[in-house]
């Protein structure tokens, strides 16, 4: 049985439409002001604060966050805003710089599956990242330790040397968060391959809001600043840091200066990734080529032997047919017109068997052109998936003739 969990709302409206889309899942204490739930003795067993205020404008739900967020006692309960009018990326980087942790659109909150999936979402990510708090902290002090005597270019080059190492994305993503841990930086990370987006946390599951801003923000330039966070793109990655030093000049272009480079090395292994991901593709297109091609050519020499023999039936049948016909070349119009027919169906049948070798030649052609479609575009998986999936995966297989594998094609 579900538990119930406790959350708070705070509304200018009627919340009867979000109470009733929650009942038996969360059980809502509404509030009209920040004040009212900042005096509430039980805050802090509270998992949850919607924030569902359509009369106000946006500057004063900003205002409204920040107030929950600043405050000791409710500094650490999730914050959802249920938004209502237009959506931009904009909007989504201010209410996260004001603290939310979701941003739900008013017509998500009309499907109760969608809000409660996001809801557990946010509600899930606290409770995995309160397990995972003291661990973190033990472990990034024994880290800062071990690390106290190294430098920043030591710590650099040794994630440099290191990162040739990782086999797939998540390896190298923790690579990077230990280089990170270095600078004492507390960051989100995306990684994408071509095939696959990896969202990372150092200390938890990722956050869909963040992971949107990222996705959101890979092509705003090398750095997007934002209050105390800075997204830092370059490539396949991209990084945000939500605890930049901004009051310290000197510390903040030391780190986007380290960091960059660390993101430069961790692009470069993406793409080689991505690069050996589809070598291992071309090769096993390339295998499976061989072993068809083989078949093929077994196939068209037993083709040549029986078009060979239908030649040599043909040329007999006109040999006789001659012969017959002999007796009779007293050379009267009917001795002649047996002759031509003889011929002329001698001629015709052999035309018909050559153009069935023709076909066979046809199918060959065939195969060789989706050849040279799939392998010429290097690092395009899209054609070599299609190359893959033509060729025939088993070595008993047997190829059809050049008409069958058109019409198929």
């Known amino acids: 049985m579900r538990t119930v969990y406790p959350a708070l709302m705070l509304s200018y409206g009627k919340p009867g439409p979000i109470r009733d889309a929650l009942e038996g899942f969360y059980e809502l204490d509404c509030f009209d002001s920040v004040e009212a739930i900042l005096q509430h003795p039980l805050l802090e067993h509270f998992k949850l604060v919607l924030l569902d205020m359509d009369s106000l404008g946006p500057e004063q739900i900003l205002a409204a966050c920040k107030k929950l967020k600043d405050a000791g006692d409710s500094a650490d309960i999730p914050l959802v805003w249920l938004a209502s009018g237009a959506d931009s990326l904009q909007y989504?980087?201010?209410?996260?710089?004001?603290?939310?942790?979701?941003?739900?659109?008013?017509?998500?909150?009309?499907?109760?599956?969608?809000?409660?999936?996001?809801?557990?979402?946010?509600?899930?990510?606290?409770?995995?990242?309160?397990?995972?708090?003291?661990?973190?902290?033990?472990?990034?002090?024994?880290?800062?330790?071990?690390?106290?005597?190294?430098?920043?270019?030591?710590?650099n080059v040794q994630f440099l040397l290191d990162v040739h190492n990782c086999d797939n994305l998540d390896e190298l993503g923790m690579r990077l968060f230990q280089a990170l841990n270095n600078y004492g930086l507390n960051c989100s990370l995306q990684l994408r391959?071509?095939?696959?987006?990896?969202?990372?946390?150092?200390?938890?599951?990722?956050?869909?809001?963040?992971?949107?801003?990222?996705?959101?923000?890979?092509?705003?330039?090398?750095?997007?600043?934002?209050?105390?966070?800075?997204?830092?793109?370059?490539?396949?990655?991209?990084?945000?840091?939500?605890?930049?030093?901004?009051?310290?000049?000197?510390?903040?272009?030391?780190?986007?200066?380290?960091?960059?480079?660390?993101?430069?090395?961790?692009?470069?292994?993406?793409q080689a990734l991505d690069n050996l991901a589809s070598l291992e593709l071309e090769s096993q297109v390339v295998k499976r080529l061989a072993d068809t091609l083989r078949h093929m050519m077994k196939n068209v020499d037993e083709s040549y032997q029986t078009v060979m023999r239908d030649i040599a039936a043909v040329v007999d049948e006109m040999a006789e047919g001659i012969e017959s016909t002999v007796q009779f070349l007293g050379m009267d119009e009917f001795q002649e017109r047996a002759i031509q027919g003889i011929m002329e169906k001698g001629i015709a049948d052999t035309g018909s068997i050559f153009n069935q070798g023709l076909r066979i030649d046809d199918g060959l052609c065939h195969l060789l052109e989706r050849i040279d479609a799939g392998l010429a575009k290097?690092?395009?998986?899209?054609?070599?998936?299609?190359?893959?999936?033509?060729?025939?995966?088993g070595s008993d297989d047997k190829l059809s003739n050049g008409e069958d594998k058109k019409a198929k094609s």
């Open 378 to 393: 290097q690092g395009d998986t899209s054609e070599l998936y299609k190359l893959l999936a033509l060729l025939p995966s």
């Open 92 to 155: 989504r980087m201010e209410a996260y710089e004001a603290g939310c942790d979701d941003y739900i659109l008013k017509e998500d909150q009309h499907s109760q599956q969608e809000l409660l999936v996001r809801l557990d979402r946010v509600l899930f990510n606290k409770v995995a990242n309160d397990q995972l708090k003291l661990q973190l902290k033990q472990a990034n002090e024994m880290a800062f330790i071990a690390m106290s005597d190294t430098s920043d270019l030591g710590v």
């Open 193 to 270: 391959g071509r095939q696959q987006v990896k969202n990372m946390e150092a200390n938890g599951m990722s956050k869909e809001l963040e992971s949107t801003l990222l996705m959101e923000c890979r092509d705003q330039g090398r750095y997007v600043d934002f209050g105390k966070r800075s997204i830092m793109n370059y490539g396949d990655v991209s990084l945000l840091v939500k605890n930049m030093p901004i009051h310290d000049e000197k510390k903040y272009g030391a780190i986007k200066d380290n960091v960059f480079s660390l993101l430069q090395g961790a692009h470069a292994r993406i």
